[in-house]
């Protein structure tokens, strides 16, 4: 006789779990959950015995997690333990399930109380979480709760990044990450490829059978600036400064004019670099420009020119025909000045924007628009 009992139902929190919608990534995550908990009920099942020196040969015979549904209004995958009576040792090994979580959940829940979690977790089962919540990203959450934890115990990036490091034998973590960078070598041997940052630095990367063409193309084209996006799973040491790629999963030429990449450079840029007056650029405000150019710049429009301004802020430009238009960007207060001129005309149309709201976009986009439209005409 099988028999579903009730046993973990994760919420996941973040923009992207909006509308009890759960990426297909996640998965991932589940699988590896389970991977654990059979491990940390084997580690307790000894605890409890130890005239043991392992688990029983069929400790897992006739347990096993399933995933059963979505509960209606949530992101929350619900977990079933199915436990089938007709074997040996089930109704004693399900208490040994049930406290596996529950040491998981304690663990999670003093890393975010930045309390010590190796005594509810063996430092060997801590590695696990290298792999689980490895697709988080800042403004996401899973919350785990049991009967004897009710309040929710939080793994975020910080918590995630917390427990891994408790292990005294982990040097480095992995992480998905995404970077900008060129490729100066490829090795079709080893298939392996070197990406330099923006900063120099190189790290190497695998070269896949479907990313090959991509990263020959951007090998070839090294000496004409040519620049490629890469996302994968990145490995990281202590101090989170990425040492090399563990898989690609999506690599991409960039436009020469490609505005993350652009901006990476100004990044190094030092205090007095323009003659000694220069001021250096925030990085916060160049991630926050990044980002809300990323977000409200359509792709159908010509990518700006971008420069560094004297004041520490970023002036866009766009050539269309007779037409300049400009952006000065205040990358402390987020505001931004645009200018237009006919130079055929002499007429100029200049504005403020805040570009923090969305409205003011939308305008940048159709200045530009309309200026296109008259090229073509």
């Given amino acids: 006789m099988i028999q579903n009992v009730d046993f973990l139902k994760p919420r996941l929190t973040g923009a992207r779990f909006e509308g009890d919608a759960i990426p297909l990534e996640f998965l991932q995550d589940l699988s590896v959950l389970e991977e654990m908990i059979v491990e940390v009920a084997k580690w307790l099942f000894l605890k409890d015995n130890p005239e043991r020196k392992r688990s029983p ?71 696990y979480f290298d792999r689980l919540g490895r697709s988080l990203r800042e403004d996401e959450a899973i919350e785990f709760t049991s009967e004897s934890h009710p309040a929710p115990a939080r793994l975020t990036k910080e918590t995630r990044r917390r427990l891994i490091l408790s292990s005294a034998a982990v040097d480095e973590l992995t992480e998905e990450t995404s970077i900008r960078g060129a490729i100066p070598e490829a090795d079709q041997e080893r298939l392996t490829f070197q990406i330099q940052l923006i900063d120099g630095k190189r790290v190497r990367a ?35 400064q990425l040492q090399s790629i563990e898989s690609v999963e999506h690599i991409s030429i960039l436009d020469p ?28 405000g160049l991630d926050w420009f990044s980002a809300v150019f990323d977000r409200h710049f359509p792709d159908h429009l010509p990518l700006p020119l971008l420069f560094p301004t004297a004041e520490g802020g970023v002036q866009a430009e766009w050539s269309i025909g007779p037409h300049e238009l400009s952006l000065e960007v ?6 931004g000045e645009w200018h237009g001129l006919d130079l055929q005309t002499g007429l100029e149309m200049t504005r403020t924007l805040n570009l923090d709201e969305g409205c003011a976009w939308s305008r940048i986009v159709e200045w530009i628009s309309r200026n296109l439209a008259g090229e073509a005409a």
């Fill in 206 to 240: 695998p070269m896949a059978a479907q990313h090959f063409d991509t990263i020959l193309d951007g090998f070839r084209d090294y000496k004409n600036g040519a620049r490629i996006l890469l996302q994968g799973i990145g490995r990281f040491n202590r101090s989170q």
């Fill in 257 to 284: 004019r490609d505005v993350p990449a652009r901006l990476d450079e100004f990044r190094s840029l030092p205090a007095g670099w323009l003659e000694g007056k220069g001021v250096a650029l925030s990085g916060d």
């Fill in 330 to 335: 205040d990358l402390m207060t987020h505001v």
């Fill in 57 to 127: 040969r069929r400790f897992t015979d006739g347990i096993e997690l399933k995933l059963t549904g979505i509960n209606n209004g949530s992101a929350m995958p619900v977990i079933g333990l199915f436990i089938d009576s007709t074997t040996l040792f089930p109704p004693e090994n399900q208490v040994y399930f049930e406290k596996a979580r529950d040491s998981i959940i304690s663990a999670i829940a003093a890393a975010g109380q930045n309390q010590p979690v190796t005594g509810h977790l063996p430092e060997k089962s801590l590695t």
